[in-house]
């Protein structure tokens, strides 16, 4: 979905473990009609091609390019409790402000919360969604353990690591995760909840995040 895509491009390449800041990136030319994207960074990058694609795609079913010694230094570490009351309320309104989804029926949204503020994104693709919020997180200095996402797509293990790799805590979505995801969220450090509909919620992860106020 042609919006935000500077921040998606940000947040791809941070997922992706080509860069930790926006000081890794000297310049990003995007052609809208050309379909392309071109993203100079101030030192060259050699991506392992054992491990990595030839296309790098962010689109359902895509890989994070993340080993298990990365996977050692995106632990999420904060104690900051999250009320349940508030996340009820929240995805309360997350659910009428899906537009797009409204209209088309084709859309993923993500809306990201912190210090009293808020993100809202839409995309085709839940993984786009997701890359766009990381950019965004990333190019706007948020580092405050209070952050969280709600999502309406699946939480896949590489949705999840897209998020702690930006240091998000918690992850709200209407849908369900996988498995390996919830594995992985055990790993890591990262509250995951699912199925949040009306009043109602599964508390999958690291629940001490979570009270009830």
């Not at 009609?33 to 962010?58: M, N, Q, W, Y």
């Not at 900051?80 to 929240?90: D, G, H, P, V």
């Not at 797509?153 to 995760?177: E, M």
């Not at 995801?181 to 055990?186: F, T």
């Amino acid at each position: 979905t042609p919006t935000n895509l500077e921040f998606l491009v940000t947040g791809h390449l941070r997922s992706e473990g080509i860069i930790k800041k926006v000081e890794d990136i000297k310049s990003i030319s995007i052609d809208l009609e050309g379909h392309r994207c071109e993203v100079l960074l101030p030192k060259e990058f050699v991506p392992d091609t054992s491990k990595r694609a030839k296309i790098l795609s962010s689109a359902c079913g895509s890989s994070t390019n993340i080993n298990k010694e990365d996977i050692k230094n995106i632990i999420v570490n904060s104690d900051y409790t999250f009320s349940l009351k508030r996340i009820f309320e929240e995805v309360s309104g997350f659910n009428k402000e899906s537009i797009l989804f409204k209209e088309t029926g084709g859309v993923h949204s993500v809306k990201l919360i912190y210090d009293d503020k808020e993100l809202f994104i839409e995309d085709i693709g839940r993984h786009n969604a997701v890359d766009k919020v990381v950019g965004f997180i990333l190019k706007n200095n948020i580092f405050t353990d209070n952050k969280y996402i709600i999502s309406s797509g699946r939480i896949s293990s590489d949705i999840l690591l897209k998020c702690a790799t930006s240091g998000i805590s918690l992850i709200v979505s209407r849908s369900a995760p996988t498995s390996l995801c919830l594995n992985l969220a055990k790993e890591l450090g990262v509250t995951v909840l699912g199925f949040a509909r009306g009043n109602k919620v599964n508390i999958y992860t690291h629940n001490k995040r979570i009270v009830k106020e």
